[in-house]
């Protein structure tokens, strides 16, 4: 028998093994990433931003001992720039310099030089322009040819920020008539950074810490590109790390973002007649304790002609992919080519809704089509993804399996041209009926949560363990390979209201049957489709492995 000492040393050890080593393995993945970024960053100073006359801020007052406010010195700085015939470069040298809210103006090129930080002031006063604006730390509108360059950092300490709003807010100093008293923040916490309206900018090199809110937000923005850029932000809520809402001609390359939120988000919300597009996203690693790069969910214009390109996610709570239309948007003209995705909630997730969140409330539905996604490597989580995160992303309140990739219309409004192709998911299997059981057979159980926020666990249990499709008009799939880790009793593809279905060319290595699962699924095309047999060796699917389900009513 074991002595009660040796009892409890064995299940610390045990409980080391089973519960502390995933936190070690999930550490020295964002380190490994972090480390390659670091390695092969451009280093190299840009021609094309240093042709104009420099002025430092040390030679307006600035003294950079953190400790000085030097708002006023840097402000100043570029005032004087921005009134140069061609205007000029601000230049930050090494120091750590204090301010608050700062004005971007046109012909101005802000540089950072090694070792040198801007540091946000804490004093939410200090975020407010003369006419009582709350601004970013640092804001532009309505300008021209900016850019932000160099080595170094700004650090807008985003917690200690949101902290002393909350503060100012329960000590009855500062009272906010819109507090989210349910998640005790306020909803009025400044960007480090955010364009209006503006042209030709150029955010290249620097590194981005810290946020209270969004990270940077670039609005209604032309020919903006962002490169190189480290953002490190998991230190409050909504840490968003690049949001582009209505935006035309943006690249985003080369980035290293690591965010309380989602890492590159898409919005849409600045008025008729606004949408984005254009837009590129290529050569990044993200780690999001929300969506890797995500349409939405705010979608009231559109998204035309995006393309991703050569992405890594890893550690992402929800979604390595996310296209979400659900108040009115346009979607459409969208290539992914190149994810890995590595233990991450959820591979791909496409949703057309009808939400209508601060639009009236009869728009009509957005459409979503022409989506093709291509050459996507990942591998699901069992756990969550963001455990290590220092804020993590809201907890469900209900006990599902394994949620698969998911592409979902309404019964009135069908996706349109749909392409999956060489696409490669590992599942962690481990589904339990008792845990949560909807069966194949009652696909009606599934709501259809027209009105719902968007996220890739809004139907709760799904009927399949790879890939659920409903409401979609064309599509194909060619050269998909899914499987799972461990035994899962339910179907590998379940489609429903689906029209024009391809399905060739592809491996689904569940080791339970039907394997595919359809309703309402007039003449599917299907071509060498491979399982595999209780041997666990390669054999074709043969009509047996389907199984066509009646039509019932589905539920709101």
Not at 465 to 472: A, I, K, S
Request: aromatic share 8%; with cysteine; proline share 3%.
């Amino acid at each position: 028998m074991l002595s009660r000492r040796t009892f409890l040393k064995t299940s610390l050890a045990c409980f080391a093994t089973a519960y502390l080593a995933p936190f070690a393995l999930w550490a020295g993945q964002l380190q490994q990433y972090e480390s390659e970024f670091i390695r092969h960053r451009r280093t190299g100073k840009r021609q094309s931003l240093s042709q104009k006359q420099s002025l430092s801020i040390r030679d307006f007052g600035a003294q950079g001992d953190g400790k000085q406010d030097d708002t006023k010195a840097l402000q100043s700085a570029i005032d004087k720039a921005s009134a140069l015939e061609h205007g000029g470069r601000v230049v930050v040298p090494a120091g750590v310099y204090l301010i608050g809210a700062v004005q971007l103006k046109s012909g101005v090129d802000l540089v950072l030089e090694q070792d040198a930080t801007l540091l946000g002031s804490v004093d939410i006063s200090q975020y407010h322009d003369a006419k009582g604006k709350l601004q970013a730390l640092l804001y532009a509108d309505h300008a021209s040819q900016i850019s932000i360059s160099g080595a170094g950092t700004i650090d807008g300490r985003g917690r200690e920020l949101a902290l002393a709003i909350n503060e100012l807010h329960h000590s009855g100093q500062r009272v906010e008539a819109d507090f989210n008293h349910w998640r005790n923040r306020s909803n009025q916490r400044p960007s480090i950074l955010a364009f209006y309206h503006c042209q030709q900018l150029k955010i290249y090199d620097i590194s981005i810490k810290n946020g209270a809110s969004w990270v940077q937000h670039y609005a209604a923005c032309t020919d903006l590109h962002i490169d190189n850029i480290k953002v490190d932000s998991d230190s409050f809520w909504n840490n968003d790390g690049i949001d582009i809402n209505d935006c035309k001609k943006v690249q985003i390359t080369g980035c290293f973002i690591n965010s309380a939120d989602d890492a590159i988000c898409l919005k849409s919300t600045m008025g008729p007649g606004q949408f984005n597009e254009d837009i590129y996203i290529a050569d990044c690693v993200l780690r999001s304790s929300a969506n890797g790069v995500k349409f939405g969910t705010e979608s009231q214009g559109g998204f035309r002609k995006v393309r991703i390109k050569n992405i890594k996610v890893f550690d992402t709570y929800r979604s390595a992919i996310a296209l979400e239309t659900v108040d009115g948007a346009f979607l459409e003209d969208v290539e992914v080519d190149g994810v890995h995705a590595s233990h991450v909630g959820c591979a791909i997730f496409i949703r057309l809704g009808q939400r209508n969140m601060l639009v009236a409330k009869d728009t009509a539905v957005g459409v979503l089509r022409r989506v093709q996604i291509k050459n996507v490597s990942a591998t699901i989580a069992f756990d969550r993804a963001d455990l290590d995160y220092e804020v993590r992303g809201p907890a469900l309140n209900a006990f599902f399996n394994p949620i698969p990739a998911s592409i979902t219309g309404l019964p009135d409004a069908r996706l349109q041209d749909i392409q999956l192709e060489n696409i490669e998911i590992s599942y962690p299997g481990r589904a339990n009926k008792g845990l949560a059981y909807r069966p194949y057979h009652q696909l009606f159980l599934v709501p259809q949560e027209r009105e719902s926020y968007p996220e890739y666990t809004m139907f709760g249990e799904l009927p399949a363990w790879g890939l659920y499709v409903r409401h979609v008009e064309g599509l194909k799939i060619k050269g998909v390979k899914l499987s799972t880790r461990a035994k899962d009793f339910r179907p590998a593809l379940v489609f429903d209201d689906v029209i024009g279905l391809q399905l060739q060319q592809s491996s689904l290595t569940g080791d339970n049957r039907p394997i595919v699962v359809m309703q309402q699924v007039p003449a599917p095309q299907f071509s060498e489709l491979w399982g595999q047999n209780g041997s666990g060796e390669k054999v074709a699917l043969t009509a047996a492995d389907m199984q066509l389900v009646s039509s019932h009513q589905n539920i709101k």
